[in-house]
């Protein structure tokens, strides 16, 4: 299996210069090739990779593109490779129509390849093609590395995100099963009565970052301390992130040890983020994140997710006798008791019952 390990690097000043150049080279690259293939496509040409390859070659011996010769050549041809992936994706009806890359977009990245072990770690440093040695942070050991990623995140801070090989140790089986149900209040109950609450991380840094959010409003534009506080802007939502996803990974790492099976709703997140009133709460508790994480950490060790059908309603159910409430599909309705055989039910704690019994009976 492979997987991607981020380190934080820290480059000198030369190697600042030519990681912003090469930035630039591939937004450039890129750009040219979608508006080739747009002009091809408008005159009935099919064109791919190959013809966006060739263009890139005869820009290289032109005088006024010289300098794409100083970055990354490979990188540059990894530009092209994502054009060709987002046509693949539109073509596919799984994304729209490809897009011009803007310069204004201050978080940023490039891609190379290790060839010839032309990419390594050496004590603490990486060494990168045209870069040379590049200081990092590194908290673990990694295997063969396949390619790295090199990212100029809005605060002005780079990181190298590394594909590497990577053999996960499948862990012992366990009888424990579990259901989740996801909730916004809390951030999810399962079966066994456990409750995690949402940190709500954005909505505790709300007032900071609209006091921030004002101030960036109230800077002349193009000016050097617009740029200053257009960054305290960034920060503030760069630790939400990270808090964010330390929390995530917690949770799920807890999950997948604990639990050979788990049960999850298969939620339909676009959907729901298209309800106004709740579209920044869901947006805030990464419910998307959550289980992408949860599927391949599940994966990894050995454990198994199922998906419980959307429309599966495992709020309105009874877990003890099937009857199935009408009234429950209100949500301001948290505790309720069944008509039939009069059990007293918490919705989220019923809901994530319920989830695991149809989880197992379609598996």
Same mark, same amino acid.
């Given at each position: 299996?492979?997987?991607?390990?981020?380190?934080?690097?820290?480059?000198? +000043?030369?190697?600042?210069?030519?990681?912003?150049?090469t930035l630039?080279?591939?937004?450039?690259?890129?750009?040219?090739?979608?508006?080739?293939?747009?002009?091809?496509?408008?005159?009935?040409?099919?064109?791919?990779?190959?013809?966006?390859?060739?263009?890139?070659?005869?820009?290289?011996? &032109?005088?006024?593109?010289?300098?794409?010769?100083?970055?990354?050549?490979?990188?540059?041809? *990894?530009?092209?490779?994502?054009?060709?992936?987002?046509?693949?994706?539109?073509?596919e009806?799984?994304?729209?129509?490809?897009?011009?890359?803007?310069?204004?977009?201050?978080?940023?990245?490039?891609?190379?390849?290790?060839?010839?072990?032309s990419?390594?770690?050496?004590g603490?440093?990486?060494?990168?093609?045209?870069?040379?040695?590049l200081?990092?942070?590194?908290?673990?050991?990694?295997?063969?590395?396949?390619?790295?990623?090199?990212?100029?995140?809005?605060?002005?801070?780079?990181?190298v995100?590394?594909?590497?090989?990577f053999?996960?140790?499948?862990?012992e089986?366990?009888?424990?099963?579990?259901?989740?149900?996801?909730?916004?209040?809390?951030?999810?109950?399962?079966?066994?009565?456990?409750?995690?609450?949402?940190?709500?991380?954005?909505?505790?840094? *709300? &007032?900071?970052?609209?006091?921030e959010?004002?101030?960036?409003?109230?800077?002349?534009?193009?000016?050097?301390?617009?740029?200053?506080?257009?960054?305290?802007?960034?920060?503030?939502?760069?630790?939400?992130?990270? *808090?964010?996803?330390?929390?995530?990974h917690?949770?799920?790492?807890?999950?997948?040890?604990?639990?050979?099976?788990?049960?999850?709703?298969?939620?339909?997140?676009?959907?729901?983020?298209?309800?106004?009133?709740?579209?920044?709460?869901?947006?805030?508790?990464?419910?998307?994140?959550?289980?992408?994480?949860?599927?391949?950490?599940?994966?990894?060790?050995?454990?198994?997710v199922?998906?419980?059908?959307?429309?599966?309603?495992?709020?309105?159910?009874?877990?003890?006798?099937?009857?199935?409430?009408?009234?429950v +599909?209100?949500?301001?309705?948290?505790?309720w008791?069944?008509?039939?055989?009069?059990?007293?039910?918490?919705?989220?704690?019923?809901?994530?019952?319920?989830?695991?019994?149809?989880?197992?009976?379609?598996?």
């Amino acid at each position: 299996m492979n997987k991607g390990v981020i380190f934080r690097a820290y480059p000198n +000043k030369a190697q600042q210069e030519l990681i912003n150049k090469t930035l630039g080279c591939s937004r450039l690259v890129y750009n040219k090739g979608l508006a080739f293939r747009n002009e091809k496509y408008a005159k009935g040409e099919k064109t791919g990779y190959n013809q966006t390859s060739a263009m890139l070659t005869s820009m290289k011996k &032109e005088e006024k593109y010289a300098f794409l010769n100083e970055a990354d050549s490979i990188a540059l041809q *990894q530009a092209l490779r994502d054009l060709e992936n987002a046509f693949v994706r539109f073509f596919e009806k799984k994304a729209r129509h490809p897009v011009f890359k803007s310069k204004h977009h201050y978080q940023l990245s490039y891609r190379t390849l290790n060839q010839k072990n032309s990419i390594r770690i050496e004590g603490n440093r990486i060494r990168l093609p045209k870069l040379g040695f590049l200081k990092i942070k590194q908290s673990v050991e990694v295997g063969h590395i396949n390619n790295v990623t090199v990212r100029r995140t809005a605060t002005g801070k780079y990181f190298v995100v590394l594909n590497v090989d990577f053999e996960p140790e499948k862990k012992e089986e366990c009888n424990s099963f579990t259901g989740i149900d996801v909730g916004i209040k809390s951030f999810y109950t399962d079966s066994n009565g456990n409750v995690v609450n949402n940190p709500k991380y954005l909505e505790k840094s *709300q &007032e900071k970052l609209r006091r921030e959010q004002r101030k960036l409003s109230r800077k002349k534009k193009n000016s050097k301390n617009k740029q200053k506080q257009r960054k305290r802007v960034a920060r503030v939502h760069e630790k939400i992130v990270n *808090q964010r996803n330390d929390f995530i990974h917690k949770i799920t790492t807890k999950l997948v040890s604990e639990n050979q099976v788990i049960a999850v709703e298969d939620l339909n997140i676009k959907g729901l983020l298209k309800n106004h009133k709740l579209a920044r709460a869901i947006s805030s508790v990464s419910w998307s994140k959550f289980f992408d994480t949860l599927e391949y950490k599940a994966e990894w060790y050995g454990r198994k997710v199922i998906k419980v059908p959307t429309m599966y309603p495992s709020s309105q159910t009874c877990s003890k006798c099937g009857y199935k409430n009408p009234l429950v +599909k209100n949500l301001s309705v948290r505790e309720w008791e069944c008509p039939c055989c009069h059990a007293k039910h918490d919705r989220d704690l019923n809901a994530s019952v319920n989830i695991l019994n149809k989880g197992l009976s379609v598996a």
